[in-house]
């Protein structure tokens, strides 16, 4: 029988921890055994340490029983394999880093230990995070749980897996064009990119540095607020880090939503959604008008060029970050080779999977002399006027909504083959990318093969609070958030 | 415009990756069909438009020179393919 623990939120497993209802070793054991059992046919982590895990758990423990009583303490979560995390392994998805064993934690791996949190393994992504359906890791693919014959979104599917099948009561992911909000959607899951600057990018690997930022994978609203609260702050070591005061996530969540104004991006409405996607989306607005927000017709005209643009600066920051691994101090390096300049093409040859080659290949050659002012300066141009329609229409509404991603979870191949295609599942979560701007994705029904449907929502700069009431007002009177995959 | 198999030989030398001849056809094909998504960015008018850079126009801080890491070479060349005398080890490049 399924423990009760397994499906609950933060809130109430911080209260039986408190109560000492339940130890922070036991719950880490149910989680790790429910890992032992449904992983093998998941794949949603690549690293698990049971001991490592436990003694921390202990540890946390330890604290509880000296007096401290922290709302993220002793429990367990799991992280995307993109954050460096000391002493364990951390690949990227890849097999250029498949002997990495970082010497130090990232940021945010930091902060969550200081508040107790327990890592329950690593998480399997797309390679380099450079994927829209968990395909592209060295590792395998990610099951979906909903139906493992589906793709669970990417980059970050291991993490969405992962909480969707209830293997971890919250994970980390990373979002640089939607790869925290895309594999939300598709595992029916609540995740958030905060504001670009509010988590800092110290030990997560690069892949297009004006674009990544961290972000909680959750259950609910209040799950991703409380997970947020512990991820943002200020770090010195990334020097793109914003020296901003620290808020707390949840201290809106309870404000109702009456005279909320909800744009409605007519682009995002129009040909490319399938209808069962639109029929869960259209619902989840009737919904809001019900809880008294207003729905305001807006347009951001230039979104239509947001993939474009992106596929300029996101491989060209990417091919520049990239070219650190060269097999020189640490991660792969190839067997046999004539001289250096043969062991840096051979190493990243074989240590690179295609599609992390390709952008590398694409990012070369925007950069490349004569065609930079063609194409990466001119994108990022472009990504202003992206970002000025979005400055517009926050003088007529407070957050955005419409849908994550066009269509449901597809099935495993049914793009690998095809680079534009995939890239295309991101047509609505690319723009808020580009401006920087807080966005997240939450359940909000079902489509085609009883797959979930995501909302995306877009807050203006540093509204994450907003934002996330905006949500949990939602999951107040909804219970998308609260289903579970059958079978599991 | 779309790229020919010599010119996608010069940007892999670039990148220092080998394209193998059986790959070479298959690899320019995909990079044309990713060209091809972003040429539309070409007949976009952006006379005047400052290029943006980040997301909230932040720019680099400065801060004290003085030393802010600890020394802890011995960690970073324990997990490095091949060292010496705390010296990183490459193939000789000068006779």
């Given at each position: 029988m399924t423990s009760a623990y397994v499906e609950s939120s933060l809130t109430a497993l911080a209260d039986a921890l408190a109560a000492k209802a339940i130890s922070s070793v036991e719950l880490t054991k149910l989680f790790l055994d429910r890992i032992e059992r449904l992983n093998p046919v998941l794949n949603a982590f690549i690293t698990l340490d049971r001991d490592r895990t436990l003694s921390m758990a202990l540890a946390a423990d330890a604290r509880r029983a000296a007096g401290e009583n922290g709302p993220l303490l002793g429990i367990p979560l799991a992280h995307k394999d993109i954050y460096c995390t000391q002493g364990w392994l951390t690949t990227c998805g890849s097999k250029i880093l498949s002997n990495f064993v970082s010497p130090y934690d990232a940021h945010v791996v930091e902060q969550l230990k200081q508040a107790g949190m327990v890592t329950l393994g690593k998480c399997n992504m797309d390679e380099f995070a450079m994927g829209s359906s968990n395909e592209s890791s060295y590792y395998g693919p990610v099951k979906n749980p909903w139906d493992i014959r589906r793709i669970p979104g990417g980059s970050s599917g291991?993490?969405?897996?992962?909480?969707?099948?209830?293997?971890?009561?919250?994970?980390?992911?990373?979002?640089?064009?939607?790869?925290?909000?895309?594999?939300?959607?598709?595992?029916?899951?609540?995740?958030i990119k905060p504001t670009y600057g509010v988590v800092s990018r110290y030990g997560m690997i690069a892949f297009a540095s004006s674009l990544d930022q961290g972000g909680p994978m959750a259950k609910s609203a209040q799950d991703c607020a409380l997970l947020l609260n512990a991820m943002a702050g200020f770090d010195g070591r990334d020097s793109t880090s914003l020296d901003r005061q620290a808020e707390d996530y949840t201290r809106d969540l309870a404000q109702p939503l009456a005279g909320l104004r909800i744009g409605l991006p007519r682009e995002f409405f129009a040909a490319g959604m399938s209808d069962d996607v639109r029929a869960a989306i259209d619902a989840a607005l009737a919904e809001y008008r019900r809880l008294g927000a207003t729905l305001v017709d807006i347009s951001l005209p230039n979104s239509g060029l947001a993939v474009p643009a992106y596929y300029v600066i996101a491989p060209a920051e990417a091919s520049s970050n990239l070219s650190r691994?060269?097999?020189?101090?640490?991660?792969?390096?190839?067997?046999?080779?004539?001289?250096?300049?043969?062991?840096?093409?051979?190493?990243?040859?074989?240590?690179?999977?295609?599609?992390?080659?390709?952008?590398?290949?694409?990012?070369?050659?925007?950069?490349?002399?004569?065609?930079?002012?063609?194409?990466?300066?001119?994108?990022?141009?472009?990504?202003?006027?992206?970002?000025?329609?979005?400055?517009?229409?926050?003088?007529?509404?407070?957050?955005?909504?419409?849908?994550?991603?066009?269509?449901?979870?597809?099935?495993?191949?049914?793009?690998?083959?095809?680079?534009?295609?995939?890239?295309?599942?991101?047509?609505?979560?690319?723009?808020?990318?580009?401006?920087?701007?807080?966005?997240?994705?939450?359940?909000?029904?079902?489509?085609a093969g009883n797959m979930p449907v995501g909302l995306q929502l877009i807050g203006n700069y540093f509204d994450e609070a907003r934002m996330l009431r905006t949500a949990h007002g939602y999951q107040q009177v909804t219970d998308w958030h609260l289903h579970m995959p059958e079978g599991l | 415009m779309s790229l020919t198999l010599d010119q996608v030989g010069r940007i892999a030398r670039l990148a220092h990756i080998e394209i193998s001849p059986a790959e070479a056809a298959q690899t320019r094909d995909r990079l044309n069909d990713i060209l091809g998504l972003i040429e539309q960015l070409q007949a976009v008018d952006t006379a005047g438009i400052e290029p943006m850079a980040h997301a909230v126009d932040a720019c680099q801080r400065l801060r004290e020179d003085s030393p802010s890491e600890t020394d802890r070479r011995s960690d970073f060349q324990a997990i490095a393919p091949e060292t010496e005398a705390g010296l990183y080890l490459v193939p000789r490049v000068i006779e």
């Open positions: 291991g993490s969405a897996a992962a909480v969707a099948a209830r293997l971890a009561p919250v994970a980390t992911g990373t979002d640089t064009g939607g790869s925290i909000r895309q594999p939300a959607a598709m595992c029916g899951l609540t995740g691994f060269d097999g020189v101090r640490y991660g792969y390096r190839a067997p046999d080779y004539l001289d250096l300049a043969d062991m840096y093409c051979k190493t990243r040859s074989q240590g690179f999977g295609a599609e992390v080659k390709r952008r590398i290949l694409i990012g070369t050659y925007v950069l490349s002399h004569g065609y930079y002012d063609a194409y990466y300066l001119q994108a990022q141009k472009v990504r202003r006027l992206i970002a000025d329609d979005f400055r517009e229409v926050f003088k007529q509404c407070d957050v955005i909504a419409g849908p994550t991603a066009p269509n449901v979870a597809f099935e495993l191949g049914a793009k690998s083959e095809d680079p534009v295609q995939m890239y295309l599942s991101d047509i609505y979560t690319i723009p808020a990318s580009l401006a920087g701007l807080p966005c997240m994705s939450l359940p909000c029904g079902f489509g | -």
